[in-house]
């Protein structure tokens, strides 16, 4: 497999998001950028303190969105997905 962010070539470990595949090193990255926003999110929450823009957030990470060749709002969908079936967990 080939992927989509970094163009290596590699046999195991895909992260499949949509049409693309990512290597380990860069699921890697999809999932910190995923996790750290549910993680801002629940913190806040249990801390009592304004939980940070959703916005914001995708704008400060701007750069390893467009890296990982993904559109905003699909990263914004992904997050508030994540965030919504933890909740309702609880």
């Known amino acids: 497999m080939k992927c989509t ?3 290596k070539v590699f046999d195991r470990g895909a992260t499949i ?4 595949i990512y290597c380990p ?7 910190e950028l995923i996790d750290g926003y ?3 999110y629940h913190e806040a929450k249990l801390m009592g303190k304004p ?3 959703i916005d914001e957030y ?6 390893l969105i467009n890296k990982l060749k993904l559109k905003p709002n699909k ?3 992904l997050i508030l ?7 309702r967990m609880k």
Do not use: M, P, W, Y
């Not at 995708?58 to 750069?63: A, G, I, R, Y």
């Open 25 to 31: 090193e860069c699921g890697e990255l999809f999932d």
């Open 5 to 7: 962010a970094c163009g």
């Open 17 to 20: 998001v949509g049409s693309n």
């Open 51 to 53: 939980i940070q823009d």
């Open 58 to 63: 995708l704008e400060k990470h701007k750069d």
């Open 75 to 77: 990263v914004k969908l």
């Open 38 to 40: 549910e993680v801002l």
């Open 81 to 87: 997905r994540r965030i919504s079936s933890s909740v």
